[in-house]
């Protein structure tokens, strides 16, 4: 947690962004924000604060993603496709419902897919909860 954390406040300040300004941009409080960038928060932001955060920092989903440790530089066979991050981008816009419902299809797709070089349900399909 403490890669996007560190990028979260690297990114910020880069920006002249005061804690205060990130939470303004989020709809969130301070302690949010300090608690995401320390890493003491338990579990790692949903896919759609993730694409918040994006926006707020003016950068990729993609970025935040390879902070988070979802993404690896593409150059490594092991990595999460191109693919991956630019739809999560694209599920974290819609509206909860066909989120949902894109989910439902996505999983009913998993079974094609057993030599994926990703974890089908990580995050791709957790990022279209």
Request: no cysteine.
């Amino acid at each position: 947690m403490n890669g996007l954390g560190d990028y979260i406040r690297r990114r910020r300040e880069t920006l002249h962004m005061t804690p205060t300004d990130l939470a303004r941009a989020l709809d969130r409080d301070n302690s949010y924000v300090s608690r995401v960038e320390t890493g003491r928060n338990k579990t790692l932001p949903d896919p759609a604060e993730m694409a918040r955060i994006a926006r707020a920092l003016g950068v990729t989903m993609r970025d935040v993603l390879r902070a988070a440790g979802y993404l690896i530089d593409e150059d490594d066979e092991a990595g999460y496709p191109p693919d991956v991050a630019e739809i999560a981008d694209i599920a974290a816009a819609l509206p909860a419902d066909l989120r949902a419902a894109l989910r439902l299809y996505v999983e009913g797709f998993a079974h094609m897919a057993p030599r994926a070089p990703w974890p089908v349900s990580a995050p791709s399909v957790r990022s279209l909860e």
